[in-house]
């Protein structure tokens, strides 16, 4: 049973305090034993700067010596702004003074969750080996339990026996690199400059700005607030097969254009939202389908069309791909081309219609939609884009589309379940009201990073799953440590301020 308690996320809501550090010692610059031209030497001067590390000495940093355990925990808990903990009982057999220098620090580490106490020493003199500080970083940062899905991921270390997820993940999230093509030495100690680098890369992708955002205007009444979006893409058409393809338009001429000037009016690109199903695809016309399409975004003077045909099965695969390079050529250098794809998936139905290599070269964007998980009976467990999928997506995108081609969608209405049965979406002004009903229950789910909460609804309990500041938060910091940084709104006209306040 998920607990009632939110839980904090610490390291994301601490990451603002990493330039607050004073300094403890002189840039590197000023260590007699750390060369100009080390390949460390601009991570160690870094660190030092920012109080993560203290040098040996005033003129030392201790290059080539060896990192033990409790000086890393230290390390962590400078870099995270943990407060030091000295509880009445230590945790450790083997820390038992309150006066050891580490002692409050390896308290907190074990308080935030960076150590367990699997046995009871913590063995504070020995070095630290490449695979403990793999496992205490990903644990750190809130991924542990990720890590214990992705131990069953292939990965490319063939001397790595124990704590495969965790090493996995400090890979893909580019922290750790292995000491060859197939080899992770997960024995070999860590040295006082290897972890200053790669704390340092920790530190720069935590540190990344606030990602650019475009979003979906779906059609209805009014139009809300564009300002901050780099495109929008106005819905209302959807294109089908009968005979031949053709457009059908929920919204007539006039107001599709009123849309469209009232995103041109905001200074974001305005591009026709095309929806489909995957019988548009089965007909092989992919010429005459494109030829449609951008005559209509011709037409109508739009920037550009974002393509959204959802759950293309094998079948489709070469269709959706024919129809994507046809769109390409016949919008041609001045128009954008945007692409919508089911994200790969680690747990649930994947759809295999889309080859992403072959999308992101013919598109200026592919977006991934990340399914959602849809518990069934009984209490209904279903997050928004969780982040354990979230993960395993990027990670398998990882070196098959560009980073800088590759947007995550990021859903901004709630789902309402009522008796454990799926009932309608949640907009951004209803889950307000809901949020400040005192007899709504609040929760957070840590381990899909994702919020909802419960009332009582004609008698029958309704849950409502959405996202939250720190699930927003979570979902752009881990597309950030992939270098990816766009994200699509799923809906611009239902976008609360805890979305914009998660997005930076």
């Given at each position: 049973m998920m607990k009632r308690v939110r839980r904090a996320v610490s390291c994301v809501l601490l990451i603002g305090m990493l330039v607050s550090a004073v300094p403890v010692h002189a840039a590197a610059a000023g260590f007699t034993d750390v060369p100009a031209d080390s390949w460390a030497a601009a991570s160690i001067q870094r660190a030092v700067e920012l109080g993560f590390f203290q040098g040996e000495s005033d003129t030392t940093f201790g290059m080539g010596h060896r990192m033990t355990r409790a000086a890393f925990a230290v390390v962590l808990c400078r870099f995270f702004g943990w407060e030091e903990i000295h509880p009445a009982q230590s945790t450790y057999t083997d820390v038992q003074d309150p006066q050891a220098w580490y002692y409050g620090a390896v308290e907190a580490a074990y308080a935030h969750g960076a150590l367990t106490r699997q046995t009871e020493t913590f063995r504070p003199a020995d070095p630290i080996t490449r695979e403990e500080l793999a496992v205490m970083l990903v644990r750190a940062l809130g991924y542990g339990t990720i890590a214990g899905l992705a131990q069953s991921l292939p990965m490319p270390f063939t001397d790595v026996r124990t704590n495969t997820g965790y090493i996995a993940m400090a890979y893909e999230l580019g922290l750790i690199s292995g000491t060859g093509a197939t080899t992770f030495s997960p024995s070999a100690i860590a040295t006082r400059e290897q972890v200053a680098v790669i704390l340092m890369r920790l530190y720069d992708k935590l540190q990344q700005g606030a990602p650019s955002r475009f979003g979906i205007l779906p059609s209805g009444e009014g139009v809300p607030s564009l300002t901050g979006l780099s495109a929008v893409a106005v819905s209302g058409t959807r294109v089908l097969y009968s005979g031949r393809p053709i457009l059908n338009a929920s919204l007539d001429a006039q107001a599709l254009q009123a849309r469209k000037q009232a995103v041109e009016a905001a200074g974001a690109q305005a591009l026709l939202h095309v929806s489909g199903s995957v019988s548009v695809l089965r007909n092989g016309e992919a010429q005459e389908t494109a030829a449609l399409l951008a005559d209509t975004v011709s037409q109508g003077g739009w920037d550009g069309l974002l393509l959204d045909i959802p759950q293309a099965g094998q079948q489709e695969r070469g269709a959706m791909t024919a129809l994507v390079r046809a769109l390409s050529d016949a919008l041609g250098d001045d128009r954008t081309l945007y692409v919508v794809a089911e994200a790969p998936v680690w747990d649930g139905t994947a759809y295999e219609g889309y080859d992403y290599a072959a999308l992101s070269a013919a598109a200026d964007c592919l977006v991934v939609r990340v399914a959602?998980?849809?518990?069934?009976?009984?209490?209904?467990?279903?997050?928004?884009?969780?982040?354990?999928?979230?993960?395993?997506?990027?990670?398998?995108?990882?070196?098959?589309?560009?980073?800088?081609?590759?947007?995550?969608?990021?859903?901004?209405?709630?789902?309402?379940?009522?008796?454990?049965?799926?009932?309608?979406?949640?907009?951004?002004?209803?889950?307000?009201?809901?949020?400040?009903?005192?007899?709504?229950?609040?929760?957070?789910?840590?381990?899909?990073?994702?919020?909802?909460?419960?009332?009582?609804?004609?008698?029958?309990?309704?849950?409502?799953?959405?996202?939250?500041?720190?699930?927003?938060?979570?979902?752009?910091?881990?597309?950030?440590?992939?270098?990816?940084?766009?994200?699509?709104?799923?809906?611009?006209?239902?976008?609360?301020?805890?979305?914009?306040?998660?997005?930076?």
């Open positions: 959602p998980y849809e518990g069934d009976g009984g209490f209904p467990t279903a997050p928004l884009e969780p982040l354990e999928e979230v993960y395993y997506a990027l990670a398998e995108l990882r070196g098959t589309v560009p980073a800088e081609k590759l947007a995550l969608m990021l859903t901004t209405t709630g789902t309402r379940w009522v008796d454990g049965k799926r009932s309608g979406q949640v907009d951004a002004s209803e889950l307000e009201v809901l949020l400040a009903d005192e007899d709504t229950q609040r929760y957070y789910a840590g381990r899909y990073a994702c919020a909802y909460l419960s009332y009582t609804q004609r008698e029958q309990e309704a849950v409502v799953w959405y996202l939250d500041q720190a699930a927003v938060t979570e979902r752009v910091r881990m597309a950030g440590f992939f270098g990816v940084d766009q994200v699509c709104l799923s809906d611009v006209g239902s976008v609360s301020e805890q979305v914009l306040a998660g997005l930076g």
